[in-house]
């Protein structure tokens, strides 16, 4: 864990984009703040291989509105996340506040990415059933329990999950979920085939997780752990995993 207590920049990351033939990227909130948002939105205007934001914002918040009229000008600012996999109460993503906030994005041009863990699945597919068509992605698989090699119950809800045709599915965060020291690429078979035959190759999308991804494997191996799956697919599959879904998804003009 120590390998990633300290400030990670653009600047670290360009030649690991360039040495794994990556264009470009998004990046996405780690902290709840308008600060960070707004420090995000710096760094794309300064880094042009920064394609997109995913920001905060408070969503259960009576000056909503507000805010969002004020991004509209933010070019770069695609969506926002909420870090609900903190959060301690049981029916956080269903309460009236949030899912007032959450059926403005939309409207407003943002995607919605979901940041939850495998025992708030439930939570998720009742969250589904509430919400309009507002584009959502699942960070990390849900973070299923890989090390503990925990599927059935991850498995019926994520497929529960890819029935809302506005669901996506981001593929990331994977080795941080398993034996971070001893983990093999066959750990993760069962999880990215069941989230490929549940979404499809449209609504899949590759995510790095990175730096993150550094207390258990480095960049270069979360693709190869990825490729390993996808490689076996048509061309249009592959392109549409490693980057055609986020763009569709993300608003990303090639």
Known sequence: MNNIKMDFMPSDLQ????????????????????????????????????????????????????????????????????????????????????????????KNGYTYDLLITHDQLPQAVAFAKLINDQPVVIDHLAKPDIINKKFKVWAAEIEKLSKFENFYCKISGLVTEADWKNWKIEDFEPYIEHVLNCFGTERIMFGSDWPVCNVAANYEQTVTILDTYVKKLSLNEQRNIWYQNAANFYHIKQ
């Open 15 to 106: 030649p690991i984009l360039s040495a794994n033939n990556v264009s470009g990227c998004i990046a996405i909130q780690a902290d709840q703040s308008l600060e960070e948002t707004a420090f995000l939105l710096d760094l794309a205007a300064d880094y042009p291989f920064i394609y997109g934001v995913v920001g905060w914002i408070d969503l259960q918040s009576k000056e909503l509105e507000s805010y969002l009229e004020q991004y509209s000008s933010k070019n770069r600012l695609k969506g926002f996340r909420h870090i609900v996999q903190a959060e301690t109460d049981p029916e956080f993503l269903i309460r009236s506040s949030f899912l007032s906030g959450i059926n403005k994005l939309k």
